[in-house]
């Protein structure tokens, strides 16, 4: 099995969607190993999407991220990385195919409910940035 990095993003707690997305992402088939509620703070969020920092949404995502909590988890199951993205949706909600968690739970482009790495590589990244060792399961 392996693992994968989620956050539920500020718009989907202030929109009291964390227990169904819990649910929906346990429904799925995928155990987790590790959870928190936490908030981030401009450098973690500058830090954490630093990839993005020359895109035109920048300032707006470290705005939007730190505006509130976020749930952080990592999630373990076969082909982990894959099958959360596919289990999410595309990145606008309005383009994101039925049932999946940013077509039922996300505002906006921007406010998309939901993140989950794209890599292995960068999955464990995102996973030591939000936990320590005595919190992963
Ligand atoms: P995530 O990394 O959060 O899982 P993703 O891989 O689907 O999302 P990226 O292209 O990596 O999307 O963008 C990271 C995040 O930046 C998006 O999830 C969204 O919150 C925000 N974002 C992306 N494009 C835009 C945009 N054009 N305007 C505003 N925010 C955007």
Sequence with gaps: KSRTFTM????AVENG???AILEKISASGFK???MKMTQMSKTDAENFYAI??????FSELVTFMTRGPIVAAILEKENAVSDFR???GATNP???ADGTIRKLFATSLGENAVHGSD???NALI???FHFSGREIF
Excluded: M, Q
């Design 8 to 11: 539920i993003k500020p718009d």
């Design 17 to 19: 969607h964390v227990g």
């Design 32 to 34: 987790i190993v590790a």
């Design 52 to 57: 993005h920092n020359e895109r035109p949404f």
């Design 86 to 88: 596919t289990l999410i």
């Design 94 to 96: 309005s383009d994101a």
């Design 119 to 121: 890599s292995d590589e």
């Design 126 to 128: 995102e996973s030591v």
